[in-house]
């Protein structure tokens, strides 16, 4: 079983940008898809953005769409969410996936890290 560790949260303005890493052991990360998603307080998860494995494909969500990237280095064992222009309601947790296949669904995937608080002020 992979385990994965996110990090890069923190306190950033709105317009800002941040840079969230997740770092995976156990496994060889070329094993996953891989997926971001996050939480807001008092709401439930939702999907952020996803990879497959090589890379080649990606999906967003339409909330962060132009704003987020996401990215894979297979070497690494790492996996990137580059957030720019982030607004007030993209704070909360934010947490990174493993699984089987690219899936906007939580429930499709595996493995989960902790996860790393973002929050961005007004």
């Known amino acids: 079983q992979v385990q994965l560790v996110e990090s890069g949260g923190g306190l950033v303005q709105a317009g800002g940008s941040l840079r969230l890493s997740c770092a995976a052991s156990?496994?060889?990360?070329?094993?996953?898809?891989m997926g971001w998603f996050r939480q807001a307080p008092g709401k439930e998860r939702e999907f952020v953005a996803a990879?497959?494995?090589?890379?080649?494909?990606?999906a967003y969500a339409d909330s962060v769409k132009g704003r987020f990237t996401i990215a894979r280095d297979n070497a690494k064992n790492t996996v990137y969410l580059q957030m720019n222009s982030l607004k007030p309601e993209d704070t909360g947790g934010f947490y990174c996936?493993?699984?089987?296949?690219?899936?906007?669904?939580?429930?499709?995937?595996?493995?989960w890290g902790p996860g790393t608080q973002v929050i961005v002020s007004s």
């Open positions: 996936a493993a699984g089987a296949m690219t899936s906007r669904y939580a429930h499709s995937y595996d493995a």
């Open positions: 156990g496994r060889t990360l070329d094993s996953y898809a």
């Open positions: 990879i497959s494995r090589s890379g080649s494909s990606t």
